[in-house]
């Protein structure tokens, strides 16, 4: 699957991860600071992913107070 | 995972709340937890014009929706800050956001309107950037909403910035700073309200609420705030959120609740004791307030600061 990563903007290729909370623990994610779009859709951590799925992993942690 | 409330596929798990929500059933939630913040600390009466702070950012454009949805007569004022591309783009986002929902945004420019911007008026003064913009920020906002008969001023911080800053206060037991850590600061003179309506709500859920909607939002972060010790504050909390769920909700509502009273007298200045800046006319405790003692040290040659709204959207 492709999986688009940010702060930097940056693609990487992978396949194996069997759902989103599995991706995230293999880029060792903190699943509490990202959301997890495939597919132009959100998903919930327990969505399945195929190797032909798109995943956008966005940040949501912002630095102002 | 199923939707708590109608049973439908979920886009969005929320640990915090023990559950799940489909698209429709989780942009009510966001409303109800607004709603619920609103009513709650009191923030806004019904016919009260309300100023959102603007920055582009998914928060604040997210708050600013809310807000309209609910109701509420809510214009936005978006301040360029001069942060090379990242300002540009972020002025982009949010005018694009007035368009499209034929919202009003006043805008102030720091270095067309008042000679400086955040990362010379930085240098200048040897402070960190975020504190020279938290400084910019509070006074212009503050002075727009005044002179243009705004009764609130509604920022977008949301759950994780309150407890990541009621972390930093805590660990420096900065009993001053926590007198005053409270989703309402209520109007004094010369100061209007100030209400934080996303207090309930985290930076997931604001940042999926975007989504769901289509509202096209800055995703670069600030390139001024990389590294800073706010930030580290948030990953310590979300790693531990992520193995205690609800520990930043309990941490922030459990302080407001139950101990922020006990910091009451800890709030150093009595605004009641206030004087007015001989240059902006605003409250301070000394000559000249702290806003325009940082911009007479950044530009060479200072003026007064008439703060003009213009470019509004619509």
Known sequence: MFVVLRNPKREIELSGPKNVEALLARLEIVPESVIVIRNDELVTRDARLVDSDRVEIRPVTSGGA | ???????????????????????????????????????????????????????????????????????????????????????????????????????????????????????????TVRRSPCGVCGLSKRHLFNQAASTHGYDIVATGHNLDDEAAVLFGNTLRW????????????????????????????????????????????????????????????????????????????????????????RFADAAVVDKDDLLRCTICGSPTPGEVCAFCRLQARACAAPDSVPVTLRGAAS
Request: glycine share 8%.
């Open chain 2, 1 to 123: 995972m199923r939707c708590r409330r109608c049973k439908a596929d979920a886009i969005i798990d929320l640990r915090r709340h023990n559950a799940a929500f489909c698209r429709d059933c989780f942009v009510h939630h966001c409303h109800e937890q607004v709603r619920r913040a609103i009513h709650d600390y009191e923030m806004i009466e019904p016919g009260a014009r309300v100023l959102v702070a603007v920055s582009g950012g998914k928060d604040s454009l997210a708050l600013w929706h809310i807000l309209r949805e609910l109701g509420y007569e809510a214009d936005g004022l978006y301040l360029g800050l001069g942060i090379g591309t990242y300002s540009d783009e972020s002025g982009d986002f949010a005018r694009a956001f007035a368009q499209r929902f034929d919202l009003t945004l006043h805008e102030i420019d720091l270095p067309a309107d008042l000679g400086f911007d955040i990362p010379e008026g930085a240098r």
């Open chain 2, 174 to 261: 900065d009993d001053e700073y926590l007198a005053r850590q409270f989703p309402v600061l209520p109007a004094t003179d010369g100061f209007v309200r100030k209400v934080k309506p996303l207090v309930r709500v985290g930076e997931r859920e604001m940042a999926a609420y975007c989504v769901v909607l289509g509202i096209d939002y800055i995703l670069e972060e600030c390139p001024m705030a990389v590294g800073n010790r706010h930030l580290a504050y948030k990953e310590l909390l979300n790693s531990l959120e992520e193995r205690s769920p609800g520990a930043k909700a309990a941490f922030l509502f459990n302080f407001l609740d139950r101990a922020h009273e």
